[in-house]
């Protein structure tokens, strides 16, 4: 048996929802050849920093490269699409024609069934990178994956009323929370105020980035809020360029700069494109969070705490009434002074949603008695054996 693990983005925010399992694999089901295909140097690095020694010694490593021409093109067209990740899969059709199973966190791997034939086709399973509500969560293209190794009972749920299979779902918890200390506190001030950790989506219908995040920068630089720390953490991607487009709601926006008041006020610690964006670093040590669509709440939910949202959306579609579940962790604002006039309060806030909070983080994320990447190892095998058999 041979299995692909495919890391194919230019960011290592996913890696840590995939590298585990890999390394599991090695460990429980020797017998298995374990590949991992990955974008670029910098993604294996983050890979190697997440997994054993032993582990890394025992894979297959791939590196998904582009010849000039490829790489000239995308460098272009990754301003409007997601061309290089296209193009790696194009590139490499072989390697992915040799496996008997393809792990993804991405749907972009489904195209590799229009270029490899239908007698050599592997199987494809997604490990989600992350377990939000949205409707991305719950795609469509999830009917075509084999499997889907998800974190608990609540994704089950939304991609069962959804439309796919039950068979073709299994839990098996979150393997990124492997590789944290999730009881750690890190302390990233001086002053001991409480801390806010601000942690806006990129898309461009849905972010509260593009018409409230600089005034909420500039709040928080205020005297007023100088009473708080503010931890600046957005998702990884919304800095990597500066027009986004949505596709799920057909908008682009250009997105705004950091106001130069809060580059210099003491009390904000900004952080564009660091891996403490993804490592869980800021969700661990603040005492509050504000966000809008991203699913980085459930993981700062691991230990209940205040928790804001800015619903800051241009075009509301009647499907969106399914996705904002986890808006019921906290109050949802639409204005930066509905936010202020709620922060020193923020205590209070959390007591009065701390049973929510508690009761939706367990139904989103199963912790269970085994590390999750061996559960998904065991799955993934299982499910290359039942294929066999027919």
């Not at 949505?246 to 106001?259: K, L």
Request: aromatic content about 10%; charged content about 25%.
């Amino acid at each position: 048996m041979r299995v692909v693990f495919l890391f194919n983005h230019d960011a290592a925010h996913q890696v840590a929802h995939l590298a585990g399992i890999a390394a599991a694999m090695t460990r429980t089901h020797p017998e298995v050849e374990t590949v991992i295909a990955y974008a670029g140097p910098m993604i294996r690095t983050r890979i190697e920093g997440l997994i054993d020694e032993k582990s890394a010694g025992a894979i297959r490593w791939h590196e998904l490269t582009l010849g000039p021409i490829a790489r000239t093109a995308a460098g272009v067209l990754d301003k409007v699409l997601p061309a290089s990740r296209l193009m790696r899969l194009r590139s490499h059709v072989p390697l992915f024609a040799s496996a008997d199973m393809i792990v993804s966190t991405e749907r972009t791997c489904l195209r590799l069934k229009k270029r490899i034939p239908a007698d050599a086709m592997p199987l494809f399973a997604k490990v989600p990178h992350g377990a939000g509500d949205r409707s991305v969560s719950y795609h469509p293209d999830y009917r075509r994956f084999d499997r889907s190794f998800v974190a608990g009972r609540k994704v089950v749920d939304q991609l069962v009323a959804h439309g796919v299979e039950p068979e073709k779902l299994v839990v098996i918890g979150y393997p990124k929370f492997e590789n944290i200390d999730l009881a750690a506190r890190p302390d990233l001030f001086d002053t001991k105020r409480p801390t806010v950790v601000y942690n806006p989506h990129f898309d461009p219908n849905l972010s509260s980035w593009y018409d409230h995040g600089p005034d909420i920068l500039r709040w928080f630089a205020s005297e007023a809020g100088q009473c708080f720390n503010l931890i600046f953490a957005p998702h990884v991607m919304l800095f990597r360029k500066e027009l986004h487009v949505s596709p799920e709601y057909g908008i682009a926006r250009r997105r705004s700069d950091i106001p130069e008041e809060a580059r210099t006020a003491a009390n904000i610690l900004i952080d564009t494109d660091s891996p403490r964006l993804f490592d869980m670093t800021y969700t661990l040590a603040a005492d509050a969070y504000l966000g809008d669509a991203s699913s980085q709440i459930y993981e700062f939910l691991v230990r209940p705490r205040p928790a804001f949202f800015f619903d800051a959306r241009r075009d509301v579609k009647a499907e969106d009434d399914e996705w904002h579940l986890f808006w019921e962790c906290g109050p949802v604002v639409r204005r930066v002074d509905e936010l202020t006039g709620l922060l020193p309060e923020m205590q209070a806030i959390g007591e009065r949603y701390r049973a929510r909070q508690e009761e939706l983080f367990a139904y989103t994320i199963d912790l269970g008695d085994r590390p999750a990447s061996e559960r998904a190892a065991d799955a993934i095998v299982a499910a290359i054996k039942d294929r066999a058999d027919r």
